[in-house]
């Protein structure tokens, strides 16, 4: 008796199609929502930069005096305020794709390269012993693994 109730189970294995996995209806809407997210998130924070470039890096410099990166703050910094604004870009690209064209290829890959920015975000943090503002970056970085794992 188990074993038949066992194999019309919606446990049971061979009630799935492994090769294609049917996402709810509202899953475009949720993923185009992450996205959404993290392109306000990343064209904010990048265009911020872009415009109050001077003071964003007189803090910096301040933030990361006594670390090892003191010289190079602000490279590093245009290299960081770039890098926002294409994972930015990326994310609202992927916005589009997921609600129109049902891929999520571009979302993906921007994802990742938002998880990657807040990663770097996050190391700078642990260099500069602002361990509160590294503390902050965690919410952002579960969420862009929550979003990715939601992109399947």
Not at 30 to 41: D, E, S, Y
Not at 54 to 72: C, D, M, Q, Y
Not at 106 to 124: K, R
Request: proline share 3%; net charge neutral; hydrophobic share 55%.
């Amino acid at each position: 008796m188990a074993a038949h109730y066992l194999k019309y189970s919606p446990l049971h294995k061979s009630n799935y199609n492994v090769d294609r996995i049917e996402l709810p209806l509202g899953m475009p809407i949720i993923n185009a929502l992450c996205m959404a997210f993290f392109a306000v998130l990343f064209l904010q924070s990048g265009i911020d930069k872009m415009i109050d470039w001077k003071g964003n890096l007189n803090w910096l410099k301040g933030h990361f005096e006594k670390s090892f990166l003191a010289n190079v703050v602000p490279a590093l910094f245009g290299i960081i305020t770039f890098t926002e604004l294409l994972a930015g870009v990326a994310s609202a690209v992927g916005i589009v794709e997921v609600l129109f064209y049902a891929s999520n290829v571009i979302a993906s890959f921007a994802l990742l390269f938002c998880l990657f920015n807040i990663l770097v975000l996050f190391t700078g943090q642990r260099i500069a012993k602002d361990y509160e503002g590294a503390a902050v970056l965690v919410n952002y970085f579960l969420l862009g693994i929550v979003s990715l794992v939601l992109l399947g």
